[in-house]
């Protein structure tokens, strides 16, 4: 499938597709289709790779904003920029129709969200996908405590609503934390004596890749606003999926549950964070680290 590009979105791109001497409608959506660029936001990262990689395997042209400087390769194209200034978000943005918007932090996807949406706007996009997080609207970021340790979600939250309310068609999906996030914090702890984990907390991790391959497929259709949930074939409490870790690692540490105070902790541990209707995922936790870890 070919992503459905019109003429606000493709300015500037030459046409020279004709068929029995006329060119008509048809014909220039059609060269559209084969030349015009799918811009990825965030493109070198674990998830924005990924879907770079699934763009070029459909045959789409891609444009990456990145804050590094890349030479173009692979039919990819890069531009050098920086969402949370706005540098380079207008050149990004130009001739492009559909913007999977990948890009992310702990803090300051909204001031992103922002940057995006107002180069995207007069530039004519008619398609903007985001990816957001099980939970953005479900785990309250109210007290310094609650954005101390789960500000993301509100932070992805703000990023929504400015999606929404930009007047840009758009498709948001929201998932559960990759398989990589909780591998890397488990790396992390495990430099420590004893591996500190969250008192009654539980995670549903998902294969990046298998998210990558449905936001291809979003892009290539019709906005359609917020999307059902995506999430993780199963669900593990936090310490369990340590222990896992700890297994395919070939390493051995106590587990200490520690006590989060605040309402998002509240609520993350009456699981928030997890979509157990939606537990569409085929990857687990334990394919993953018999891949990432155990060879």
Same mark, same amino acid.
């Given at each position: 499938m070919r992503p459905r590009l019109t003429a606000s979105g493709a300015a500037g791109w030459p046409l020279k597709y004709e068929t029995g001497g006329e060119q008509h409608a048809k014909d220039e959506a059609a060269v559209r289709v084969m030349t015009a660029p799918i811009l990825v936001t965030g493109g070198t990262g674990t998830l924005g790779r990924l879907v770079v990689r699934r763009l070029r395997a459909a045959g789409c042209a891609v444009r990456v904003l990145s804050r590094h400087a890349h030479t173009a390769a692979d039919g990819v194209e890069y531009v050098a920029g920086d969402l949370a200034t706005g540098d380079g978000a207008?050149?990004?943005?130009?001739?492009?129709?559909?913007?999977?918007?990948?890009?992310? !932090?702990?803090?300051?996807?909204?001031?992103?969200?922002?940057?995006?949406?107002?180069?995207?706007?007069?530039?004519?996009?008619?398609?903007?996908?985001?990816?957001?997080?099980?939970?953005?609207?479900?785990?309250?970021?109210?007290?310094?405590?609650?954005?101390?340790?789960?500000?993301?979600?509100? !932070?992805?939250? $703000?990023?929504?609503?400015?999606?929404?309310? !930009?007047?840009?068609?758009?498709?948001?999906?929201? $998932?559960?934390?990759?398989?990589?996030?909780?591998?890397?914090?488990?790396?992390?702890?495990?430099k420590l004596p004893v591996m500190l984990s969250f008192a009654g907390a539980r995670v549903q991790p998902i294969d990046a890749d298998e998210v990558a391959a449905r936001l291809v497929e979003l892009a290539l259709g019709k906005p359609a606003g917020l999307v059902p949930d995506m999430g993780g074939p199963r669900i593990y409490p936090m310490a369990d999926a340590f222990?896992?870790?700890?297994? $395919?690692?070939?390493?051995?540490? #106590?587990?200490?549950?520690?006590?989060? #105070?605040?309402?998002?902790?509240?609520?993350?541990?009456?699981?928030?964070?997890?979509?157990?209707?939606?537990?569409?995922?085929?990857?687990?936790?334990?394919?993953?680290? $018999?891949?990432?870890?155990g060879s």
């Open positions: 207008a050149a990004a943005v130009a001739g492009v129709d559909t913007i999977i918007h990948c890009a992310g !932090s702990a803090k300051g996807d909204e001031d992103k969200a922002r940057n995006l949406v107002r180069a995207a706007t007069p530039a004519g996009t008619n398609h903007l996908v985001y990816i957001s997080v099980v939970g953005a609207d479900r785990i309250p970021v109210v007290s310094a405590v609650d954005r101390a340790m789960f500000g993301y979600y509100g !932070s992805k939250l $703000a990023a929504e609503r400015i999606v929404a309310d !930009s007047g840009l068609p758009y498709t948001t999906l929201r $998932a559960t934390q990759f398989h990589d996030l909780i591998l890397t914090v488990a790396q992390q702890l495990v222990r896992g870790y700890l297994r $395919a690692a070939h390493k051995r540490r #106590p587990i200490m549950p520690v006590w989060q #105070p605040g309402q998002a902790a509240r609520a993350f541990r009456n699981g928030g964070n997890l979509t157990p209707d939606h537990a569409v995922g085929r990857r687990t936790w334990e394919d993953f680290l $018999a891949e990432r870890v």
